[in-house]
DNA sequence: TCTTGTATCTCGTTT
DNA sequence: AAACGAGGTACAAGA
C-alpha cells in the first residue's frame, strides 16, 4: 500500500460527473489498483475514489491542463469506462508498506439474528402466538415469519431492524398472496421492527398490519414488553 | 490527520459485534476524532471505523488481554456507547500530516438532472407527450413529472436512476391517490429510468404501467444540440 | 453469473 | 432536529 499527501485536485467520470477543487489531500494507493482519495474530516467515505480492479497510469500534464500541474495520474476501472484523474500539483510526503493479505471480519448481531430470536418465542413479542415455520414460502418469495395466534387465526411476521415503507409494502404483497390461500382465512399481518419510522406505521396501520417494536435486549433475556394484539 | 501502519486486532461493540483478528493494517486518525482501519484491498470502505465525533484514548494492556499486547487504543463515540477497541501488537511506522478544511466536492447527473431533463422535453421520450408540472402535488407527496399524452389524457411520470420495485410501489401509491380525482380521469403512469431492473419491470406492466428507459447522453444530446448529431 | 435484500449504511435535503 | 429518499451505494446470500 502506498500513502501519498499530496496537493491535488480531482476529477471523476462515471455514472455521474464529480469535482474535487485543488487541496491537500491523502491519497491511498492499494494493492489491487484501487485508489482512495481522503480528507481530514467527514466519515468513513472517501471524498472520492475508484473501485477495483483498477489502474494507475502517471502522465505528463499537457498545455491543456493547469501550468501549475505537476504529473497527472489517470485511475480506469477494468470493467467500466470510469476514470479517476488527479491532478498533481505537490507531493509533501510519500510512504510504501506491504501489509498483506487481511484475515478479514466476522460479524454478529444483525437482522437475521432478529428473526431468529423472534422465532425462538413469538408469544413473548404478541401473546398466544405459536410459530409454524421460519421463511414460510410463497411465490414472489419466503416471508420471515408465519404463526397461528390464540385463537388459531394464520399470523405473518416481516421482520426489519429499521421498519420503513418499503417494508410495508413488502409485507403487503406476501399479505395479498397468501390472502388467496383459502387454507389462511383470517389471515393478519404484523410488522416488526427495532425502529419503525413514522410514515411506515401510518401506511402499516392504515393497511390493517399490527406494528411491534422489537427491543433486541429484551429478546436476548425473555420479556414481554406490550398488551394483547388479537 | 495520522497515519499508523500496524500489527493489531480490532474489536467494534456497537450496532452489532465484529471483530478482526491480528494483522498488518493501515490506521487513519482523522481530526474529528474518527478512526479507520483499511486493509491493502477490498473497496473505500474500512474493514472497521468509528464515526465522528469520536474520542481515542491509549491504555495500557492488563491481564486479561494478550501478553504480547502493547497498547489498547479506545475509540469511544460521543453521541452513543459504541466502542472500537484497537489492540496494538507493533508499530511499524507513524506519520502525521496537517490537511486544513476542504473545499468540498460538487456533483452532477444525479436523479435531479435527468428529472430536469425529461421535463424539458417529455415528447422526446413517449411522442406527443406535454409537460403540465414537475413536482405535482398529492396528499403523500409530490409525484414527479404531470403531463398530457396527445388525446389530452393525464400522465403521471416517476422518474429513476436505478427502477426497482420501490419505485413501482411509490408510482402505485400516486397512482391510486390521483385516481380519485374525478379532473384525472382516464389517468396513466410511466415508470421511467435509466436501467429497469427485471422484477420491477414486470412488476410494473403488470400493474398496467408503461416502462421506459431513459438514455442520460441521449437526453443531453437533446438539450445540447452541439454534440455528435450531424 | 445475476438478482435480491440488508446496511454500524452515508449523505443530502426538507420539514 | 428529525425524517425521508438517493447512492459511482457496498456487500452477502441465494438462485
Redesign the interface.
Given at each position: 500500500?502506498r500513502?501519498v499527501?499530496a496537493d491535488c485536485s480531482v476529477d471523476y467520470s462515471g455514472?455521474?460527473?464529480?469535482?474535487?477543487?485543488r487541496?491537500?489531500?491523502?491519497l491511498?494507493l492499494?494493492?489491487?489498483g484501487?485508489v482512495?482519495v481522503?480528507?481530514?474530516?467527514?466519515?468513513?467515505?472517501?471524498?472520492?475514489?475508484m473501485?477495483?480492479p483498477a489502474k494507475l497510469e502517471v502522465k505528463e500534464p499537457d498545455e491543456s491542463v493547469d501550468p501549475e500541474a505537476l504529473e497527472i495520474w489517470d485511475v480506469t476501472a477494468q470493467k467500466s469506462d470510469d476514470l479517476l484523474r488527479i491532478t498533481i500539483f505537490e507531493v509533501?510526503?510519500e510512504?510504501e508498506?506491504?501489509?498483506?493479505?487481511?484475515?478479514?471480519?466476522?460479524?454478529?448481531?444483525?437482522e437475521a439474528h432478529l428473526q431468529e430470536l423472534l422465532a425462538r418465542d413469538p408469544g413473548a413479542v404478541i401473546p398466544g402466538l405459536k410459530l409454524v415455520r421460519r421463511e414460510y414460502p410463497t411465490p414472489i418469495g419466503p416471508v420471515d415469519l408465519m404463526c397461528r395466534n390464540a385463537d388459531g387465526e394464520p399470523v405473518i411476521i416481516e421482520v426489519k431492524r429499521v421498519g420503513g415503507?418499503?417494508g410495508v409494502?413488502q409485507l403487503t404483497r406476501y399479505f395479498e398472496m397468501l390472502s388467496r390461500d383459502s387454507l389462511l382465512s383470517g389471515l393478519k399481518g404484523v410488522f416488526a421492527a427495532q425502529v419503525i419510522k413514522p410514515q411506515a406505521r401510518v401506511l402499516a396501520e392504515d393497511r390493517g398490519f399490527a406494528c411491534v417494536t422489537l427491543d433486541y435486549d429484551a429478546l436476548r433475556g425473555i420479556e414481554d414488553p406490550q398488551g394483547t394484539l388479537f
Open positions: 500500500m500513502i499527501f455514472r455521474l460527473d464529480a469535482h474535487l477543487p487541496a491537500v489531500r491523502l491511498m492499494k494493492a489491487d484501487s482512495l481522503h480528507s481530514d474530516g467527514g466519515s468513513y467515505k472517501p471524498l472520492n475514489w473501485s477495483p509533501h510526503a510512504y508498506h506491504d501489509l498483506g493479505i487481511d484475515p478479514g471480519l466476522t460479524k454478529d448481531g444483525v415503507i418499503d409494502e
